[in-house]
């Protein structure tokens, strides 16, 4: 049980311990996976075998059936975590790809797989990568915003793709394309900040009894996003952490960030509030690659937005920096800013 509180250790060594655990007589001690931390400190989640395993059968329902799964997130965050236990629950242990068309090959029966969105745009690039895809039943895609190019790119090369939306604390994902996996529950409090519930749920925090009592109330998970229902699907409208309030004005970065996008000379964007002594947050444009000169692209903002969401800094990258589990690393971004 040591790998599996917290789960670490090689694939290997963690889907062995995963085995017995699934397979333990009675109902086994919680397992513990760490959060990627891209927005602060990582938490320390206590996920029982219950919720993981009501949560890969959900999947199954929704899709097409148990089946094998391809593994290609690290296994020590939730969304790697999950592939290796929906697969072990239909009976097959999970393939580790390090070549697509040969991992398709070897599979046997309904096969799937989770990305995140940079993961599927560089296989996009490598046509055999995107044929192998294209042969298996469907790709989930979670992680993080999924820009609407992309999905419909990976749809017209035959490419089977599912948006998935959760988190740690919820075994994975939850809400499949807008729609929440059988079970679960969504709801929303007066500000639009998502609460969910459902079989799905963690335990709680190890260690961290006053973090659990925010986080877990009367039964829903409290989370840090916004969003709302639209023609019976869950859309998202981005996390509380997103609003920057500078000089005393709430600016929605993913708002700005969709507007920047639109730009000809720009494609790659990120946008995020950095502490700022003047305004108290500055609004920060991420750009991979040259830019435009910062009046411009406030500029640009201006004439759809508001113009006090415009950004007052931009920061080029050669690439946006990316944790293990393949999210953003806020982090690190906000220190490229000139934050300490």
């Given at each position: 049980?040591?790998?599996?509180?917290?789960?670490?250790?090689?694939?290997?060594?963690?889907v062995d311990a995963l085995e017995a655990w699934l397979a333990a007589p009675?109902?086994?001690?919680?397992?513990?996976?760490?959060?990627?931390?891209?927005?602060?400190?990582?938490?320390?989640?206590?996920?029982?075998?219950?919720?993981?395993l009501a949560s890969a059968d959900a999947t199954h329902a929704r899709l097409s059936g148990p089946?094998?799964?391809?593994?290609?997130?690290?296994?020590?965050?939730?969304?790697?975590?999950?592939?290796?236990?929906?697969?072990?629950?239909?009976?097959?242990?999970?393939?580790e790809v390090d070549d697509w068309p040969r991992a398709?090959?070897?599979?046997?029966?309904?096969?799937?797989?989770?990305?995140?969105?940079?993961?599927?745009?560089?296989?996009?690039?490598?046509?055999?990568?995107?044929?192998?895809?294209?042969?298996?039943?469907?790709?989930?895609?979670?992680?993080?915003?999924?820009?609407?190019?992309?999905?419909?790119?990976?749809?017209?090369?035959?490419?089977?793709?599912?948006?998935?939306?959760?988190?740690?604390?919820?075994?994975?994902?939850?809400?499949?394309?807008?729609?929440?996996?059988?079970?679960?529950?969504?709801?929303?409090?007066?500000?639009?900040?998502?609460?969910?519930?459902?079989?799905?749920l963690f335990e709680g925090y190890l260690d961290d009894a006053e973090l659990t009592a925010e986080t877990l109330v009367d039964g829903w998970?409290?989370?840090?996003?916004l969003g709302r229902i639209v023609d019976g699907r869950l859309q998202l409208l981005g996390r509380i952490d997103d609003v920057v309030i500078s000089g005393g004005v709430n600016v929605p970065a993913p708002a700005v960030a969709r507007r920047l996008r639109e730009h000809p000379a720009l494609a790659a964007v990120e946008v995020l509030g950095v502490p700022d002594e003047e305004w108290g947050h500055r609004v920060v444009a991420f750009v991979v690659g040259?830019?435009?000169?910062?009046?411009?692209?406030?500029?640009?903002?201006?004439?759809?937005?508001?113009?006090?969401?415009a950004p007052r800094q931009v920061v080029s990258v050669d690439e946006f920096p990316l944790l293990d589990n393949g999210k953003l690393d806020r982090m690190e971004l906000r220190r490229r800013a000139g934050v300490a």
């Open positions: 049980m040591n790998s599996l509180r917290p789960v670490s250790g090689s694939t290997e060594s963690v009675d109902e086994p001690e919680a397992l513990v996976i760490e959060t990627s931390g891209s927005t602060g400190r990582p938490k320390r989640v206590l996920l029982s075998r219950r919720a993981l089946g094998q799964w391809l593994l290609t997130l690290p296994i020590t965050y939730v969304a790697g975590l999950q592939v290796a236990v929906r697969s072990l629950r239909a009976g097959h242990r999970p393939i398709v090959a070897a599979a046997c029966g309904p096969t799937y797989t989770s990305l995140v969105p940079t993961q599927l745009h560089r296989l996009l690039d490598d046509p055999a990568d995107a044929e192998a895809l294209a042969r298996i039943d469907a790709v989930l895609l979670g992680g993080g915003p999924i820009d609407a190019a992309l999905r419909a790119r990976a749809e017209s090369a035959g490419i089977t793709v599912v948006a998935t939306y959760g988190s740690s604390e919820t075994a994975g994902g939850c809400v499949y394309d807008g729609v929440p996996l059988d079970g679960v529950q969504l709801a929303f409090d007066t500000t639009g900040r998502v609460r969910i519930a459902g079989p799905v998970l409290v989370t840090s996003d040259p830019v435009p000169s910062l009046d411009e692209l406030r500029d640009w903002v201006g004439a759809t937005l508001d113009r006090g969401w």
